[in-house]
């Protein structure tokens, strides 16, 4: 979680970078009164823990409604909120199940058989009919009727 500090900044830093249409001084008294109204609260109790909960909620909102604050979120976040990446994977006993991580990149194949001496059928197929279809009759019509 994140101390209200850092929260108060990242508040008063999104809604001083929002478009014209909505009304950032409005809002940065919103921000002050309300920070002002929960100062009293003592660190770690549970009304403390839900105001920060909405200022964050409110940050996100804010986030969204920005066009310049259109970035990815940091794992600090994710983790905050519950959210991020999972891979389904089979265990030892065979069961199936999710688990946080990444997905592995599948790599090329390191050999093909279609190399320019000895082309796909189907990709020659594919690419006749993409011709006609252009209306491409032959080098005549790109060359000209010279050679050249």
């Not at 065979?94 to 990444?102: D, F, L, M, R, S």
């Amino acid at each position: 979680m994140s101390s209200p500090l850092s929260l108060y900044r990242r508040l008063h830093r999104s809604i001083s970078k929002l478009p014209p249409p909505h009304n950032p001084k409005n809002m940065l008294e919103q921000l002050r009164t309300g920070f002002a109204k929960n100062l009293h609260l003592a660190p770690n109790t549970p009304e403390t823990i839900a105001a920060i909960k909405k200022g964050s909620s409110n940050l996100k909102f804010i986030s969204m409604i920005s066009t310049g604050n259109n970035k990815k979120r940091t794992g600090s976040e994710e983790a905050e909120n519950g959210t991020g990446s999972y891979v389904f994977k089979e265990s030892d006993n065979g069961c199936v199940g999710a688990e946080e991580g990444k997905g592995e990149m599948q790599k090329k194949a390191p050999h093909s058989n279609w190399r320019m001496g000895n082309m796909d059928p189907d990709s020659v197929k594919t690419h006749h009919r993409q011709l006609a279809r252009a209306g491409y009759k032959g080098n005549s019509d790109v060359i000209g009727s010279m050679g050249f």
